[in-house]
């Protein structure tokens, strides 16, 4: 199964290997790429666009902080009402035109098939800088609720995530964060295809996730939700999180702008924390275009499946940000950029090449290529995908079945199979050499068969 099929189904962990997410019971991979993840405060982006033309690639994941403060100021939704004439905020009265977008973008969402990880907090967004913090509207300056004590009127950077008791201790502020949270729960409880993410980017210290998990997790259980999903970006190695989400994690779980060797050795890095402590749950991450428009980052899609990840998804196309938010070179709306347009090609062709691949039946092979660059991921004996980023020779040591196999070539860039091969194993744990039909970027699916004709 590519993706999610149905609106009426329900985001899981599959059952039969918690590795992975389900959908109605189903195992999926998420895979996607993101151009807004503020689609809901920016009034200039059109997100209905944005959601219709991933899932029409093949895309199902989505990243949603909720909200820029700077778009407040530029006409644009927020959760709490403004005075148009003074620019404050009253953060005791909520705001029913930011939530009915909210809904909408949730519903496109099902509708299309996606899974929409939802990020609740937001640490760039309370970072001093123009369109930061001096615009958000729990900075005490932009609101009519509480004075400089809570945060002050600078920079608050980390201490935005440290109001609770045993840390900074601000109660008033702790207030309206909460206020926030169960508001956005209220609203959104009901859906089935969201992951809540307590921040994106959050330096936040192990108490505080606890806390908000905890209440997360206490609030739904009380709307009778016993099934939501709870992550935080950086954190892969609490035990209360449901999923882990390794998004620029700390080394040696950082993989974006991570060559497909540091990748590798991330994700076992991973698989032997989860097996040491019994804890094998998603793992998910994105990628990022570093360095030069166009930089080619197809490896990390690949790497993140044959790693055994639960997804990935292209967090940005370029460094250069024309709207805070908004982080792309291109300007917002065209949707005919060419870097644009890669990389829903290549979830469209990643799509092609999995949507009858059982890879939840499959584990990466560590050390199954001995000599060259390739990552093997499949079921021994029976079945093996193997990555080759810079196409070439790689040797395997045996297949570990003896028998027939059928070798399928296929081009990850272009989407097509440049040529299908038939080999024989005679002897076990003898040595396969392979070599690609080009460079760059190849997959090798190794089948086995029972005879050859």
């Not at 760059?440 to 089948?447: E, F, G, N, T």
Request: proline share 6%; with cysteine.
């Amino acid at each position: 199964m590519s993706h999610c099929s149905g609106s009426n189904g329900e985001l899981g962990i599959y059952e039969g290997n918690t590795r992975y997410f389900s959908w109605d019971d189903k195992p999926i991979f998420l895979a996607s790429r993101s151009f807004g993840w503020t689609a809901i405060s920016d009034s200039h982006f059109d997100f209905v666009r944005d959601i219709e033309t991933m899932a029409a690639n093949g895309g199902n994941l989505l990243r949603l902080t909720l909200f820029w403060p700077g778009h407040g100021d530029e006409g644009g939704e927020l959760p709490w009402i403004r005075n148009e004439e003074t620019g404050m905020y009253d953060l005791d009265q909520f705001n029913p035109a930011y939530f009915e977008k909210l809904h909408h973008y949730i519903m496109v969402a099902a509708k299309n098939n996606a899974i929409v990880n939802l990020e609740v907090f937001d640490h760039p967004a309370v970072k001093g800088g123009s369109g930061r913090w001096p615009s958000h509207p729990m900075n005490p300056a932009r609101n009519v609720n509480y004075d400089d004590e809570e945060f002050g009127t600078s920079s608050v950077d980390h201490r935005f995530f440290r109001s609770l008791p045993m840390h900074d201790n601000k109660p008033v502020a702790l207030k309206y964060q909460q206020q926030l949270l169960y508001k956005v729960l209220d609203e959104t409880l009901d859906f089935r295809n969201v992951i809540y993410s307590l921040g994106n980017e959050c330096p936040s210290p192990l108490e505080w996730n606890l806390y908000w998990t905890h209440l997360i997790k206490d609030y739904a259980a009380g709307r009778g939700k016993s099934n939501i999903l709870v992550t935080n970006m950086w954190q892969r190695d609490m035990v209360e999180f449901d999923v882990f989400d390794i998004q620029d994690a700390q080394n040696p779980y950082r993989v974006r702008r991570a060559n497909p060797s540091q990748m590798w050795s991330a994700y076992q890095s991973v698989h032997r924390w989860q097996r040491d402590h019994n804890n094998i749950k998603p793992v998910y991450d994105s990628g990022q275009m570093g360095g030069a428009p166009g930089s080619n980052i197809l490896h990390q899609l690949w790497m993140s499946f044959v790693g055994g990840s639960a997804g990935m998804r292209y967090h940005r196309m370029a460094p250069v940000h024309p709207r805070p938010g908004i982080s792309t070179e291109v300007e917002v709306g065209n949707w005919e950029d060419p870097f644009h347009l890669e990389q829903m090609k290549w979830v469209r062709n990643f799509r092609q090449f999995t949507k009858d691949i059982e890879f939840w039946t499959m584990d990466p092979l560590w050390d199954f290529v001995i000599r060259g660059e390739g990552y093997a991921f499949g079921r021994p004996g029976d079945e093996y995908i193997i990555y080759l980023p810079a196409g070439g020779r790689i040797t395997i040591r045996g297949l570990e079945r003896t028998g027939h196999y059928e070798l399928h070539w296929y081009d990850p860039d272009q989407g097509i199979y440049e040529k299908t091969e038939k080999l024989s194993i005679l002897e076990d744990s003898g040595e396969v050499t392979f070599s690609s039909p080009g460079q760059d970027h190849w997959v090798l699916h190794v089948i086995r068969i029972s005879g050859l004709s």
